[in-house]
């Protein structure tokens, strides 16, 4: 079992920037995949990216390439997204999810544990 709790979302202007970050509780952190997805209102819970289980690979969503990252540390339990040059669409609540496996997916249905999420907003 993986509990996750996600932080650092928040309101911020057109072209700023947030770090989000996810704390795991639980036993073997490090052998989860990661990933981050966000639901805008009305809309479907859309894939943002993923890291596999040592760092060592990230996938992105066209959407976001180039502006945000992440990254994670196995020794504290934690995945953060960097979030920079941000836009009003990608307001939404951004939610942390891990799956039972090693390696990268972009689906949501591979991901087993679930934060609650944490509402980001950006202003134009």
């Known amino acids: 079992q993986v509990h996750l709790v996600e932080s650092g979302g928040g309101l911020v202007q057109a072209g700023g920037s947030l770090r989000l970050s996810c704390t795991a509780s639980?036993?073997?952190?490090?052998?989860?995949?990661m990933g981050w997805f966000r639901q805008a209102p009305g809309k479907e819970r859309d894939y943002v990216g993923a890291?596999?289980?040592?760092?060592?690979?990230?996938d992105y969503a066209d959407s976001v390439k180039g502006r945000f990252t992440v990254s994670r540390d196995n020794a504290k339990n934690t995945v953060s997204l960097q979030m920079n040059s941000l836009k009003p669409e990608d307001t939404a609540v951004y939610y942390c999810?891990?799956?039972?496996?090693?390696?990268?997916?972009?689906?949501?249905?591979?991901?087993?544990?679930w934060g609650q999420g944490t509402q980001v907003t950006v202003s134009s």
């Open positions: 999810a891990a799956r039972d496996g090693p390696f990268i997916r972009t689906n949501d249905a591979s991901f087993r544990y």
């Open positions: 639980g036993h073997t952190f490090s052998s989860y995949a």
């Open positions: 890291i596999s289980w040592s760092g060592g690979r990230t």
